[in-house]
């Protein structure tokens, strides 16, 4: 009896063992097939990270650069050296190449279309052929910089650009002149294609920065082929009169009537500071207006100090009793000849 249960449990132990033995096996060749699946056919990470890298490629290749006006091209038909040749863009659009009995419109196509088209209109002629168009001048996306910059000029570029980037290409902005803006002029869509741009419209539409702001990151847009950025030169208002140092004072920042007169070393001993006029023209009038002020009552806070705007002359006159006063001093200082001297 004994022996029976023995060998009633030993048949059972190897009963188990079998089943774990197959069990892994079984979940082996299951991670094994699910290894060998195609990563197209495994799951996409919950974060869509694939998705978002599927989305860049194809973004990626929509930017790829596209032929057009002023653009030079390289045409080169392999095995036919007497096909090949260095060809302009013509101002409407077209090229012309040899055994091709009409023009080629070439503007808006990738160097790789272009390629395939003009392959396939040359097997009317030869067999197989193979063609490779590459743009060795891409003159027809240009980026101008003017203004009060380092190095101002046009700019050449095939890829996209911020405005930050462009004004470095430009040497940055000259400290000494420049002011507070930049302004972009978008003349609309020159290379001719619609995918280039965000509108085709044709007027020039203005748009304003702060180059702090640009500098800084607060701003920093993308350009358009074609944007003509311009880095103002800082207006300036002018300090005449009875100050220490007659002035312009630039207006690269907000600049208030006393700052300007500090700006010119203060005001003479001789100053009527009760009346110290602003003359202001008005913009794109020839008619002037005068702005009187107290400078005690600036001083005071009874009154708030002006800002002044461009081409502001800013006019502190003479006190004729400081005058007289101060001249019978003087003369009092070097003696009672030197009092008649003066008179």
Known sequence: MKAVKTLTVICAVLIFNNFLINNSYGQKNENAIQSDKPKS?????????????????????????RIGFQDTLEVQVFRHPELSLVVNVSPDGTILLP?????????????????????TLYKNYLKNPFVNVRAVEQRSQPFAVIGAVQKPGSFYLNRKIRLLELLAFAGGPDVENAGANIQVARVGNISGCTENTDSDADEVVFFSYKIKDVQTGKENPWMQPGDIVSVLIAEQAFVV???????????????????????A???????????????????????????????????????????????????????????????????????????????
């Open 241 to 263: 009169g009875n100050v220490k140092e007659p002035s312009k004072v630039p207006l690269k920042e907000t600049v208030t009537l006393t700052q300007a007169i500090a700006f």
């Open 99 to 119: 055994k091709i009995d009409r023009p080629i419109s070439v503007v808006c196509k990738t160097e790789r279309e272009l390629g395939e088209t003009v392959g």
């Open 265 to 343: 070393g203060g005001v003479a001993p001789e100053a009527k500071t009760s009346r110290v006029r602003i003359q202001r023209q008005q913009s794109g009038s020839a008619v002037k207006t005068e702005l009187v002020y107290d400078l005690k009552d600036i001083a005071s806070k009874k009154i708030p100090d002006p800002i002044l705007q461009a081409n502001d002359i800013v006019e502190v006159p003479k006190d004729g009793v400081k005058s007289v006063r101060n001249g019978l001093l003087k003369a009092f200082s070097n003696g009672i000849p030197g009092l008649f001297y003066g008179l």
């Open 41 to 65: 056919e495994m799951p996409i990470a919950a974060d869509g990270a694939d998705s978002e890298n599927q989305i860049a490629a194809g973004k990626q290749k929509n930017e790829k650069y």
